[in-house]
């Protein structure tokens, strides 16, 4: 199983940015998938994600501004970005798990490797 982030980069405050995660070796309809963020200050953070039957929660701070698509077709998770903000700098990463809630860490088996986002003011 291969989770493959990237669109990662530099923005500035108030600019767009999608990223991706390509899957293999599993279905992206048949998990709960994620994108969490982490910064050297904090612990791995929810950001947003979407159940197997399609439900999406997504956190108080992304709310407005952060959108998740899954791209059955393609196997894939799209995180689309706006009006960011210097908080949104992390490494963002996306997962895979059949946990019962959506925003635990412990709930998701697989892992990206991670992708920079840097948003400059």
């Known amino acids: 199983v291969q989770l493959q982030a990237s669109g990662g980069g530099l923005v500035e405050v108030g600019g767009s940015l999608k990223l991706s995660c390509a899957v293999s070796?599993?279905?992206?309809?048949?998990?709960?998938m994620a994108w969490f963020r982490q910064t050297p200050e904090k612990e791995r953070e929810f950001v947003t994600g979407?159940?197997?039957?399609?439900?999406?929660s997504i956190a108080d701070s992304a709310k407005g501004r952060h959108a998740i698509f899954r791209d059955i077709a393609g196997n894939k998770l799209d995180l689309q970005m706006w009006n960011l903000e210097s908080g949104d700098t992390a490494v963002y990463y996306c997962?895979?798990?059949?946990?019962?809630?959506?925003?635990?860490?412990?709930?998701?088996?697989?892992w990206g490797q991670g992708t920079q986002v840097t948003v400059s003011s």
């Open positions: 997962a895979a798990g059949h946990g019962n809630d959506v925003t635990e860490l412990r709930g998701y088996k697989y």
């Open positions: 979407i159940t197997r039957s399609g439900h999406i």
């Open positions: 070796g599993i279905t992206v309809s048949a998990y709960t």
